[in-house]
């Protein structure tokens, strides 16, 4: 599976009218097919001792009508003799933060949807026998790599992480590297042409250099052996061309384990232990070492299972009821992409005052101090790539980048006890495309993570008046351990009868979770409870009173998120009293207030 897609991806990529000569044709095609190898398997930064940060103040050219590749900007040059001149240069002009979204950062760029590219200058020491890597934690949403002028690497897709093997271009002393970011919607993104959410731009989290030993740690997985009684997983060396010796602790366990590895550097383990089990009660982490004579990796890994049992989801074999939330990846105040861990937690103090244990990371993979500072508070999360409606099933190279999108996200946090939900969509219209690429995916997804559960969000339950009662058929919905129901009742169709008069047959024999429901008020707006476009925080309250009391009807109902935390920027969103930019959904407001509804719900959770 992987040499097809190496391959077959390769050769998708290149532009066939595109001429290039023999030389450059073979250094591209290996480079790139390095990269992509590279990419697929990187190394975690954050673990790792080797990573230094790029993060700070870039130089930046905005290039409306994208012609700086024609020109050439990746090259930096500068005139050398008395008749040259450039028409670009990234010295003395704009420069914007890395991490963070372009969009926030200068009001000429609040709408922009183009061509930005960034550069700076960082020192490196080559020193042999190692490898060099550049690492992207998330960069928004098609981007080009040049390092010293020469092109090291290309990734689309705005949220998960990728890396180049640079050990080739990298130089002694100061590397000049370039970055072209284009955040231009596309019919063929994943998100397509249309999102409920704010098109932030550029190179939204933290960057890092990576210098790693020519025999170092690519991957690992360390989790509790299936079917119980002791801690499982392996461990894979890049580089390795003879069995490894390396050693593998779990600190609190008293565990250390001496490992050899086969002749490509992969090592399997069986743990005979009883780690105290991660619960959002107790969410006990063990610090695991893995070293090797040139290398060590350390990570925190907590232990638990999660399984599906008719319509009971069990943590550590018992029943529980995620009592949760969605938020988009955004800090309202700063008007901007969330990407540092004071953001994390910012946004999950908010998480934690409301009662939750559970969270819906909405609508794509968010930055990944948002998933292990939940981790560390106790969070179970639901994680998703961003397969968010019109996306556009009757291309075949959809498939190909969910596929990559799904692996990145789970090769990025397969270690992370606290995810237990993949989600692959979400209000996807059905139809034979759709269901055949959807429920492939549902496919893969089991394949590359046995361990955790696979969902999707649905809006397309439908009411029978005759028995008042809401029903879901879905090929998508037959294929997933868990269904998410979106429907706002109460906003954007009225509740057809009483709310306790509503029954739902809908997920029958497995769990359902209201991943969706709300009302919008501008915060400190009062009006009749009984009027929508009054927009009024008591209106949202009765909304939410409104649909707690239908949520007592559903059978299989084992977790609710409700829309959304905070206000967030949509382009949506064009009332010029009460939007303005803004999706009025939040609990709390944009500048952290909560409204009347974050009571209600408070007040629901507490009872759970
Ligand atoms: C949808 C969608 C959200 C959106 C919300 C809304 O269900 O999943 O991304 O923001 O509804 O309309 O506010």
């Not at 040049?146 to 690497?153: A, D, T």
């Amino acid at each position: 599976m992987f040499v097809r897609f190496v391959f077959f991806v390769f050769i998708v990529r290149l532009k066939p009218n595109k001429p290039l000569k023999t030389p450059s044709f073979v250094a591209l095609f290996l480079s790139l097919t390095m990269n992509l190898i590279a990419q697929t398997f990187m190394m975690n930064p954050y673990d790792c001792p080797d990573a230094v940060s790029l993060n700070g103040k870039w130089n930046a050219i905005i290039d409306p009508f994208s012609r700086g590749e024609a020109m050439k900007f990746y090259q930096n040059r500068k005139p050398q003799k008395n008749t040259e001149f450039f028409e670009y240069s990234f010295d003395h002009g704009l420069r914007l933060d890395v991490p963070g979204d372009f969009n926030s950062q200068t009001p000429e760029l609040k709408y922009y949807e183009g061509n930005i590219w960034y550069q700076r200058t960082f020192e490196a020491e080559k020193k042999d026998g190692r490898r060099q890597f550049l690492y992207f934690a998330g960069v928004s949403y098609e981007t080009k790599v040049w390092l010293n002028g020469l092109e090291v690497g290309r990734h689309e897709g705005g949220f998960t992480p990728f890396q180049f093997d640079i050990t080739g271009q990298v130089k002694d002393g100061a590397n000049d590297l370039v970055v072209l970011v284009n955040n231009e919607r596309r019919p063929d993104g994943i998100p397509a042409m249309n999102f409920d959410w704010w098109n932030y731009g550029g190179i939204l989290r933290d960057v890092f250099f990576i210098n790693r030993p020519e025999v170092h740690i690519r991957d690992y997985k360390v989790e509790l052996k299936r079917g119980g009684g002791g801690i499982a997983g392996y461990v894979q060396l890049e580089g390795a061309r003879s069995p490894q010796e390396l050693v593998l602790t779990i600190g609190g366990l008293d565990t250390r384990q001496a490992l050899t590895t086969d002749a490509k550097g992969f090592a399997s383990f069986e743990i005979a232990a009883s780690p105290e089990l991660w619960t959002p009660g107790n969410p006990k982490l063990y610090p695991v070492t893995l070293s090797t004579g040139q290398d060590r990796i350390t990570d925190e890994i907590g232990f638990r299972t999660i399984a599906v049992k008719g319509t009971e989801i069990l943590l550590n074999g018992k029943p529980v009821f995620l009592k949760g939330v969605n938020f988009h990846e955004e800090i309202p105040q700063r008007l901007g992409r969330a990407h540092s861990e004071a953001d994390a937690a910012m946004i999950l103090s908010e998480v934690k005052a409301l009662g939750c244990n559970f969270i819906r990371t909405s609508h794509y993979p968010q930055n990944e101090h948002i998933v292990r500072a939940a981790e560390k508070m106790g969070f179970l999360i639901w994680e998703e790539i961003p397969i968010w409606q019109g996306i556009d099933f009757t291309n075949p190279e959809i498939f190909k980048k969910a596929e990559k999108m799904l692996r990145d996200m789970i090769y990025r946090d397969k270690n992370r006890a606290a995810v237990i939900i993949w989600s692959i969509a979400n209000e996807t219209k059905p139809s034979d495309d759709r269901d055949k690429m959807l429920t492939g995916l549902v496919e893969l997804c089991h394949q590359l993570d046995g361990t955790r559960l696979v969902g999707a969000a649905f809006d397309n339950p439908r009411y029978d008046k005759e028995t008042s009662t809401f029903r879901l058929v879905d090929k998508l919905a037959d294929a997933v351990d868990v269904v998410g129901v979106n429907k706002y009742l109460g906003w954007y169709q009225p509740f057809p009868v009483e709310p306790n008069r509503i029954k739902w047959e809908v997920a029958d024999g497995k769990p359902l979770i209201f991943s969706e429901f709300g009302a919008e008020a501008l915060l400190g707006k009062r009006g009749p409870d009984d009027v929508a476009h009054e927009w009024s925080e008591d209106y949202q309250a009765a909304v939410y009173r409104r649909n707690l009391e239908m949520f007592r009807n559903i059978p299989n109902l084992r977790g609710t998120t409700p829309w959304v935390l905070f206000d967030f920027r949509s382009p949506y969103r064009c009332h010029q009293t009460y939007q303005n930019g803004w999706n009025r959904k939040g609990l709390v407001s944009d500048q952290g207030q909560r409204k009347m509804a974050w009571r209600v719900m408070k007040e629901f959770y507490d009872t759970k």
